[in-house]
């Protein structure tokens, strides 16, 4: 009786941790199809920027033929993003980082370095309040008069 019992109890932690484990691989393909839908919505930006670029210059010149090459370029990179099979995607990005593992690395630092400086760029700079700074403390802040004596400021700074 004790070994059914032992055999349920294991049967039973073999299915949790299945349906555990499809549960995470259903929720990380679920940011993965939003990041790469975001990341085609970023690409077809830069591409609509191109265009409008293009729009900007004579349309015989050497600068809107470019520009016009660039966003006609993004845009199929935005489509091609949009259409690709997530794990095919993974497999080319794994073959070539076997293959080229420093060329990938540095890949990745860029990538990230540009990815942050995109992000910080983006978000609002957040309001800096000292009062909550606990560094700071009260006779860390110069008085704010127009009557201000420096000397006596500083020679009492000195004494603490």
Known sequence: MKTSAAEEAKQRVADLSKEATEA????????????QSAAAEEVESFSDAAA?????????????????????????????IRSADLNDIVDNVSDFARRN?????????????????FLKARAPEPDYDQSDDPWITSHDHRPSSDHFDDDNYYSSRASH
């Open 101 to 117: 593992p420093l060329v990938f690395l540095g890949g990745a630092a860029l990538l990230g370095f540009a990815a942050t400086r």
């Open 52 to 80: 409008a670029a293009a729009a900007e210059f004579d349309h015989n010149s050497l600068q809107a033929k470019a520009a016009e090459q660039v966003a006609n370029g993004l845009e199929q990179a935005a489509s091609q």
């Open 24 to 35: 995470i691989r259903d929720e990380a393909e679920h940011h993965a199809q939003q990041a």
